[in-house]
């Protein structure tokens, strides 16, 4: 699908400022709306909304399909919390005590029953799921009771009825969060802004998902992961990535129509005008280790779903306005099968320097592509360009340096104020879609960077406060949208 020429800011909502120490669909994401719309830009990108779990990463959530009840906005509701990054250990705790009593006023009236009864699909199996995993102090499924961990009907039937106080108030939840949500994404599109989310290939072994829907994975008799995904060593990691989450069974889903996948997308599309699809390469070919493995080294190429999953979910749902994300190990199948579809792909600028044979460089860009000064994924632009490669356990000093020296010279800058060059680079460059994560704009360091791949602790906490966002700086970006024609 063609895109207008665009650009973009990528912000997480619990960047954002606010009293209650994590951002939220509040009053401030709709100031935020508006400062977007203030320098011009068009599309506001935003990591998957679903109920985080694991290491508070949006990449490993309870649901695919529910929201995360942290960024619900409690009226009234403050803490004293840090105002530059989010202390999940403590807001959490907090907020859900909060969120919990501002629930309890909230009427189960019909408009909750209508919102319940249109998400049949997945809600009762979400909030059973949450409501169980409560009850069993928090553990994963595979470690409750086992007849709620193999779904006994009537144990579930049971169990509906014992934790029903606690099922209303996720359906509640639910229920406000979407309103929430709604009320801003209309605000964006009042001043001319898409929401961009984004779709992880993969689920969460702990997930309602996964419980509700087992056969849909590779999983053995006990619910536990036969095999598990990851990613080979890489850019990233000397190791690979090991995810951990369960691998899909792609034959099981192609039997049924790939249900289960257009059901996600649809939700996705109901939410989102543009969807990032997270690790692209997996739907031709994933990396599959052992479901014990310590790390992702020792693994296998495995052939995915290609062409038919993409076949339906357009049959299903028509073109889809999406993204791929084509970064890491492309071969020319992946790249094949991207462009059967007409997706545009993903080019970094911070990875265009390092002498390698790069489309990731300007001057090779085509129009139907996302450009990225960087990603979630990987360092702030200064916390890149400051870096002298001691300690990488993937580039060392030299290297580090003579990418250096390229780009200053490709980019003709004596390496003073490198996040502007890099933004006004991509801003410049003939890509139809460029994309900022605002710790670029905002010209910050390794600190805030949002995403170690492999760190088990210290991820996602990053916020920005108002103060940052100065006059001067939003007429720069103003002046940069404008004069590039985004």
């Known amino acids: 699908m063609q895109f207008p020429r665009a650009a973009g800011i990528l912000l997480h909502p619990t960047s954002l ?24 830009m068009k599309i506001w ?16 959530c309870f649901s695919a399909f529910a929201g995360n ?17 989010v202390d999940f250990g403590a807001v959490i705790p907090a907020k859900e005590a909060a969120l919990a009593a501002w629930l309890d006023t909230v009427p189960f009236d019909d408009a909750v029953r209508r919102f319940v009864a249109d998400q049949a699909h997945w809600l009762p199996d979400y909030a059973l799921f949450m409501a169980l995993k409560r009850a069993h102090g928090g553990v994963a499924w595979t470690a409750w009771d086992p007849s709620a961990a193999q779904r006994d009907p009537a144990a ?17 939840q639910q229920f406000v969060f979407f309103g929430q949500y709604r009320a801003l994404r209309q605000a964006c599109a009042q001043r001319g802004i898409r929401l ?49 989450n369960p691998l899909y069974d792609w034959e099981r889903m192609h039997a049924d129509g790939f249900a289960w996948w257009i059901a996600r997308m649809r939700a996705a599309l109901e939410q989102f005008d543009l ?53 890491g190990l492309i071969t ?65 000093a030299d290297a580090v340096a003579r990418e250096k020296a390229f780009a200053k010279r490709y980019l003709g800058t004596d390496g003073q104020d490198m996040h502007w060059v890099l933004i006004r680079a991509a801003l410049a460059s003939v890509a139809n879609t460029v994309l900022i994560p605002l710790q670029d704009v905002l010209g910050l360091g ?41």
């Open 332 to 396: 020319p199948a992946v790249e094949a099968l991207r462009e059967q579809f007409a997706y545009p792909g993903m080019a970094i600028l911070q990875f265009a320097f390092d002498g390698q044979d790069s489309n990731f460089i300007p001057h090779r860009y085509v129009r139907d592509l996302v450009v990225y000064t960087g990603t979630h994924d990987n360092d702030t632009t200064m916390g890149w360009w400051q870096s002298t490669g001691e300690g990488d356990s993937t580039r060392g």
């Open 45 to 60: 990108q935003v990591l998957p909304l679903g109920p985080t779990g694991y290491g508070d990463s949006p990449y490993q």
């Open 196 to 244: 961009m989310g984004d779709v992880p290939i993969y689920v969460a072994h702990d997930s309602a998902d996964v419980w509700a829907n087992p056969t849909q994975f590779q999983l053995c008799a006990d619910g536990t992961r036969r095999v598990q995904a990851g990613v080979p060593p890489d850019y990233f990691s000397e190791t690979g990535q090991l995810w951990g």
């Open 446 to 486: 390794s600190e805030a960077r949002m995403n170690l791949p492999g760190r088990q602790a210290g991820n996602w906490g990053f916020r920005f406060t108002w103060a940052q966002l100065t006059a001067p700086l939003t007429a720069h970006l103003h002046d940069l949208t404008t004069t590039y024609e985004r």
């Open 275 to 327: 969807v990032r699809l997270d690790h692209f390469r997996g739907f031709e070919a994933y990396w599959e280790v052992a479901g014990d493995a310590p790390t992702a080294m020792h693994g296998r190429w495995v052939q995915g779903p290609g062409a038919a999953l993409f076949d339906a979910l357009t049959a299903a749902l028509g073109p889809l306005p999406i993204v791929a994300e084509n970064l």
């Open 69 to 85: 009840p942290l960024l619900i906005h409690v009226p009234g509701w403050e803490g004293a919390f840090p105002a530059e990054h």
């Open 156 to 172: 579930l039937l049971e169990w509906r009825h014992t934790l029903s106080a606690d099922i209303e108030r996720l359906y509640k």
């Open 17 to 40: 400022p606010g009293p209650g120490g994590i951002g939220d669909f509040g009053p401030e994401a709709h100031r935020f709306a508006q400062w977007l719309a203030e320098t011009g």
